[in-house]
């Protein structure tokens, strides 16, 4: 069992380790560079803030040139973006919840390739790109970029991703959806076991997930199996133990 630790206590304990760090300056040569060891080089020769600016204007440049070639998904690319560039911060999302539309306020989790994720202290939320008409910052609340984890971070996780990148991602969820992109069908299927309730065009069914397939979430019920095409999902939410007890005695009479 991983024992819990909080975030004060984890950083008290980060920074300790820190100052007993022996630093040693990396041997590069021709030697280890043909062998792709070592660190690699700096991002840019010009200052951080000036290279962060330039990053920026360079992905929204790239972002509408995709747009405008591919105006079928603008949609899909613009909802990405923004929900990227407000990961771990808080949202609201308006999306279609049957005939009705549904508010959803929580702070961005996971962001998908065709699917966000939210959470608040109660609810776990995935919202497919398709069924959002807009998405915003709660009024109130200010535009930042959170950038704190470049100024304390793990050493031997920063050598881990540089010189074995791909084994050290897939034990961890939270730098799977760091760097990769999701599909929802991908992410529902690593919640195996969770209780749901998800909305389609004319109906709310709920249910402990079960499977995914390409095209079909399936979730059960007591005895009963139902298959979901993905494609029609609306709104999927996360049930607590109470929740499931109202919906079974709501279906049992």
Do not use: C
Not at 103 to 124: C, E, H, I, P, Q
Not at 154 to 180: H, M, P, S, W
């Amino acid at each position: 069992m991983t024992e819990n630790i909080r975030l004060d206590e984890y950083t008290k304990m980060l920074l300790e380790e820190r100052k007993k760090e022996v630093i040693k300056k990396d041997p590069i040569n021709e030697k280890n560079l043909a062998k792709g060891e070592g660190l690699t080089s700096p991002t840019s020769a010009v200052s951080t803030e000036e290279t962060r600016i330039l990053m920026e204007h360079i992905m929204q440049k790239n972002l509408f040139i995709t747009i405008n070639s591919q105006p079928n998904r603008k949609k899909e690319l613009m909802l990405k973006k923004f929900f990227k560039m407000k990961r771990n911060q808080q949202v609201e999302v308006y999306s279609k919840h049957g005939e009705d539309t549904k508010y959803s306020l929580g702070k961005v989790s996971a962001v998908g390739r065709d699917f966000v994720m939210l959470t608040n202290l109660k609810d776990r939320m995935w919202i497919p790109y398709q069924a959002i008409e807009s998405a915003n910052i709660p009024y109130g609340i200010p535009t930042y970029n959170n950038t704190h984890q470049h100024y304390l971070y793990d050493n031997e996780l920063r050598t881990k991703l540089i010189t074995n990148f791909g084994a050290t991602v897939a034990t961890r969820d939270i730098l799977v959806q760091q760097f990769y992109e999701e599909k929802l069908r991908t992410n529902l299927q690593s919640w195996k076991g969770t209780w749901v309730e998800v909305v389609v065009e004319k109906e709310s069914l709920t249910g402990k997930i079960t499977e995914t397939t390409d095209d079909t979430l399936k979730i059960s019920l007591l005895n009963k199996k139902i298959d979901i095409p993905i494609k029609e999902i609306e709104y999927i939410e996360s049930l607590r133990f109470l929740q499931i007890l109202i919906k079974l005695f709501n279906k049992g009479t």
